[in-house]
T-cell receptor, first 116, second 112 residues
């Protein structure tokens, strides 16, 4: 059983809808991540949060808006998405211990998002 | 420069055989190289990782071989089992394990 829980597991939405993806980690970690996994493409890092502060935005379009209210929860708010945004969205967490810390990232099972 | 190129895209190996997946990178600043395993419907899970100060790391049936001069690293799975059938991703990062750059993935199938 994963220590990182993502809901919902599946989401179908129209291009004009607003929805949110939720991630919760029960591992006591201080860093959380959003990734996009598309077919036949590498996992793409989208956002990184350390101690609730965003430390990385990998040139993600503004129609994706992350929120990290505390170290255990991470949201991805979706608005006016495009068909090419259909993908598996993965959340991960890790215990960051500073530069050169190689603590592994623990992934959730993802939300499969389909844009109609 | 930030890319990690992984090959092959898919691989079929007989049970008991050796599975080999290769990755190459350009950025010599990368200093952490993990491999992740992903089963259908699940998120990736860390399998094994290596830093460039060693040429090989072994954990059970899984071995990473690292060639710093060639900027290549590979995953070897000895005595491959049907339960090893999954998608494998190599990755690389600089100064820690946060900003991982992933390869495209290899779908491994072990035939019984």
């Amino acid at each position: 059983e994963t220590g990182v829980t993502q809901t919902p597991r599946h989401l179908v939405m129209g291009m004009t809808n607003k929805k949110s993806l939720k991630c919760e980690q029960h591992l006591g970690h201080n860093a959380m991540y959003w990734y996009k996994q598309s077919a036949k493409k590498p996992l793409e890092l989208m956002f990184v949060y350390n101690f609730k502060e965003q430390t990385e935005n990998n040139s993600v379009p503004s129609r994706f808006s992350p929120e990290c209210p505390n170290s255990s929860h991470l949201f991805l708010h979706l608005h006016t998405l495009q068909p090419e945004d259909s993908a598996l969205y993965l959340c991960a967490s890790s215990q960051d211990q500073g530069r050169n810390s190689n603590q592994p990232q623990h992934f959730g099972d993802g939300t499969r998002l389909s844009i109609l | 420069q930030q890319q990690v190129k992984q090959s092959p895209q898919s691989l079929i190996v007989q049970k008991g055989g050796i599975s080999i997946i290769n990755c190459a990178y350009e950025n010599t600043a990368f200093d952490y190289f993990p491999w992740y395993q992903q089963f259908p419907g699940k998120g990736p899970a860390l399998l094994i990782a290596i830093r460039p100060d060693v040429s090989e790391k072994k954990e059970g049936r899984f071995t990473i071989s690292f060639n710093k001069s060639a900027k290549q690293f590979s995953l070897h799975i000895m005595d491959s089992q049907p339960g090893d059938s999954a998608t494998y991703f190599c990755a690389a990062s600089i100064g820690g394990a946060q900003k991982l750059v992933f390869g495209q993935g290899t779908r491994l199938t072990i035939n019984p």
